[in-house]
């Protein structure tokens, strides 16, 4: 079976503790503390792997953690940092908090590799809380907990274009002609049983990338039939070719298939129905010359919508050349950029909503902010990314900790210290 979505839990690891110890060497009466800091944990990072075109790794097995850092040691020795955990996902993959549905991840476009959860911040031995009234610190700095979220994967291929309609309309035949892709094709419903890519190379201009999705059929918005499983794949397609069996092989009305598939199309995403189509009037060479000619009521019906529709044979190759430079065109004159899916939840923004304390100081000058909430959000957050030094934006502005800065006189071009991180204050 083709697998294309799976739920999974992810773990980030947990940061080792800091260590307890103090020096004891020979001719030393008053060695001071010198207990080691904790690694960091691993962090959980998404990959492409371009070898691969489904999520079947992650059908069997529910569960992946990244190590734990190992603990602090004597004689100020660092524990061993973590190994991260590298989930390969094939390209076109999104990564989405389960519950809420909202993306976290598109692994595709430039997006090659991200961090969803960072593992937690090694502790600090006690050699680090010697102060000149607490010479025999016996306290060490817990490693910081690992973090555990459940996301969804789903696939979503990376196709220009959509092939849609009902089941044995010749969706198959056509992509076969066109492009060099394999697919399966048989004179029966549900011929595919998956989504099939074929690449469309055109000698005098640009050529496209075509999604075979598996036949709809009325009712598929709400799970009746295959085609409600794989109306996903069509969400990043700039363009629609409506496959139809113009010659009416089976009994059905042409002109109706069509309204009944952009039916099904508005009730999964109304923002795809929206989308621009083409018509491809297919099996013109099983048309019956007596009665109403098809194509004619086709174009009548459409064209004044702004619906081209073109006749077409999968099987003789007639019209085929004259559709695919139509879509050609058509897809110059719309946006090169491709669809990704924007990140809407962020697993670090539920430290700016922990009843955590933190305090603001002034230290020679310098402004010193610290406390479990700061500690916690540096643990967590990837300041060296775009995106993770955003949420360090946002997470100064929604905890009030600006606001205390102001109330404290801070100035621009001042400087503010939290833990490790100093940076100069500007509005």
Known sequence: MFADRAKILIRSGKGGDGHVSFRRELYVPNGGPDGGDGGRGGDVIFEVDEGLNTLQDYRHRRKFA??????????????GDAEDIVL????GTVVKEAESGKVIADMSGKNRRQIILKGGRGGLGNQHYATSTMQVPKYAQPGQPSRELWVTLELKVIADVGLVGFPNVGKSTL????????????NYHFTTLNPNLGVVDLEDSQGFVIADIPGLIEGASEGVGLGHEFLRHIERTKLMIHVVDAAGTEGRDPVEDIYKINAELEAYNPEIAK????????????VYQEGEDPIARLKAEFEPKGVKVYPISGVTGEGLSKLLYAVSKELQGMDSTPVVFEQEYFPEEELIYENLPYTVEIEDGVYVVEGPKI???????NLDSEKGFAFFQKFLKNTGILDELEKAGIKEGDTVRMYGLQFDYYK
């Open 275 to 286: 989308r621009p189509q083409i018509i491809a009037a297919n099996k013109i060479d099983a």
């Open 375 to 381: 500690e916690k959000m540096l643990g967590y957050t």
């Open 66 to 79: 990244a190590k734990d850092g190992q603990p602090g040691g004597k004689r100020r020795c660092h524990g």
């Open 88 to 91: 390969k996902v094939p390209e």
């Open 175 to 186: 992509l076969s002609r066109v492009t060099n892709a394999q697919p399966k094709i048989a």
